[in-house]
């Protein structure tokens, strides 16, 4: 071998050395990722419905505190649409690992039962972390109508089966739900009005045209202080701190209704349990601060504790009875 093959001999040693090092040093490195104390790079908090709404206001409030107690990026990514079916379905076919979540919902509890191609289901594709937060609805009137009560609404209803009209944000929303609800419970018929958004049932319940709807509080609240709409009673088991003067519609006769618009995360299935703990504590954590009950409250929710077990408790519980009024009411209305 001459001097010039010895010289790329050895270039060619060095090359092949220095690569083996940079291999080493990259499997070290994933190593010391891999061994690094959960978590250790940004998460990503996944919400079915467009940013702007409850669920996207939520989502962001949360993942702030969370970031700040987790010591990472916690960022929001909205995937909207098929009634929060493409999100769910999205963190349920992601890693496991803790770094993808999902903004559960209302809405999440009644897809098991009103969407008949699901490709997920929680329990077995998806776990229980941490409840959020939670909020009533309002039933409201308007002043024309001569009702005064949840009995005088009943009344009316069953005296005019069909005839009574109620406003709602959308086929199968919690507002539509809640007079489904409501009309299997006190064995009468009311007629469903859909509209595309709870924009535009306001407004038309203000004006006259439709005269009933279950509202979420916080937008039709100055109406109902002002009395420009007449508030019957709030839809959860206790006296709404908002409204505290009206009843709620289980105290106005039908024992036992229960509508609550709630929130909670959610995680793929499998993901480790150490993580899961860690996740459901920091929520827990977060929703503790004088700060995030403040912003909840202002939003009108009120903050929901609780462990992995419970929130799965909770979740499933909702998922039986939103079960049970779509098979009686078939489709959910027309």
């Known amino acids: 071998m001459n001097l010039s093959q010895r010289r790329r001999h050895a270039i060619r040693v060095g090359i ?3 690569a083996a090092l940079a291999g080493v040093a990259v499997i070290a490195l994933d190593g010391a990722r891999a061994q690094a104390p959960y978590p250790n790079k940004p998460i990503r908090i996944v919400v079915g419905f467009a940013a702007g709404g409850p669920s996207d206001i939520i989502a962001r409030v949360v993942a702030a505190k969370l970031g700040d107690i987790l010591g990472q990026q916690v960022y929001v990514e909205n995937r ?9 379905e999205t963190v349920a076919r992601a890693s496991a690992d803790g770094y993808t979540l999902l903004l559960a919902s209302l809405a999440g509890a009644v897809n098991q039962s009103l969407s008949k191609n699901l490709r997920y289901k929680f329990g077995d594709d998806l776990i229980p972390i941490a409840p959020i937060a939670e909020t009533a609805n309002v039933l409201l009137v308007h002043p024309s109508l001569a009702v005064n009560s949840v009995a005088d609404l009943v009344a009316l209803a069953k005296a005019k089966p069909g005839d009574v009209l109620y406003a709602t944000a959308g086929k199968g929303t919690a507002t539509h739900l809640a007079g489904e609800l409501f009309s299997m419970m006190a064995g009468l018929k009311m007629t469903p009005v859909h509209y595309k958004g709870g924009g535009e049932t306001i407004k038309d319940l203000v004006s006259g045209q ?4 279950f509202s979420t509080i916080p937008p039709v609240l100055g109406f109902v202080k002002e009395g420009t709409l007449r508030g019957l009673a709030t839809t959860g088991p206790k006296r709404d701190r908002t409204l505290p003067e009206l ?3 289980a105290e106005g006769g039908l024992a036992g209704y229960d509508v609550r618009l709630w929130f909670g995360l959610i995680a793929p299935a499998g993901t480790p349990r150490d993580v899961v703990d860690r996740l459901s504590q920091a929520t827990n954590q977060a929703l503790s601060s004088a700060e995030l009950k403040a912003t909840l409250a202002a939003q009108g929710y009120d903050p929901l504790f609780g462990t992995p077990e419970e929130f799965g408790a909770y979740y499933r519980s909702e998922v039986e009875k939103w079960g049970k009024v779509v098979a009686t009411v078939g489709t959910i209305g027309d």
């Open 210 to 213: 439709v005269k009933v709807m």
């Open 247 to 249: 009843p709620t519609i």
């Open 80 to 88: 909207a649409g098929a009634s929060g079916n493409i999100a769910t």
């Open 16 to 18: 092949v050395a220095m």
